[in-house]
């Protein structure tokens, strides 16, 4: 099901990245290269080429297109077509001229200035866009791979979540089916574990970024219990019950929150889906 979104003629989007010209090149993504192209309307879009050779490389173009055709949320990447030629897909979303948090936090190119202020509404934004995707999508999507580089910044610094290749809705999975997978970092112990893989694994993925934000430090690769026992004791005693998005987001949503107490939900959002009871404070 492609909704509304409409199949483009790929000698446009030919035309509107000179041919795919590197000096159009965007950015790197895992699933392809990003252009930057302008459509017969001189509307500027982004344009990412997949090869879909592979049935998986397919079915990822295929789920992305799907799941991005039925989403309307400013805190998620809106897409505006897609087009197919030979073994290539292309999925066409609007500009997001400020590129990646990840490359706004890490990057050299941008050299990062991200205030405070900013940081806080770039983990609203995300928090809104999760809650989406997991309180008001019927059934609830799980987005699989959430990270920095999949925020998106547009030209106001609005974030928007992206890359819906690995995305799942609720209801559909099927833990014995789906293959692991997520960014080393970002995934959940209880999916890296068990393949127990619910919307609080994004939640996990969530907790993560927030610390990025605040840290400005990439996640670490795997978390220790001695991690776990330096972050808990910021932690707000009376949040840390089993986390439900709700509980972490509710908070960050009502806007009256400052770094420490950001800080404090992320520890929280991250020691809350630990598998019981040994990261536990
Ligand atoms: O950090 P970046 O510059 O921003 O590198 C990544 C790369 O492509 C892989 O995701 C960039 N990118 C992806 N989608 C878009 C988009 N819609 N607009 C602008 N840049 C994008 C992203």
Redesign the pocket.
Known sequence: NKGSVSLIDYKILEKGTNNFEDDKL?????F???Y?AVLEDESS??V?KLDCATDDAQKEFENEVGLLSKFQHPNI?SIVGYSVHEEMGFII?????N??????LH?T?RGSSLNWHLRLKIALDTARGLEYLHEFCKPAVIHRDLKS??I?LDANFNAKL??FGLAVADSSHNKNKLKLSGTVGYVAPEYLLDGELTDKSDVYAFGVVLLELLLGRRPVEKLTPAHCQSIVTWAMPQLTNRAVLPTIVDPVIRGSVDEKYLFQVAAVAILCIQPEPSYRP
């Open positions: 965007l950015g790197k993504g895992g392809g290269l990003v930057k879009i982004a990412k990447i979303y609007e500009l997001m001229s590129g990646s948090l990840e490359d706004l990057g190119s580089s999949n998106l992206s890359d």
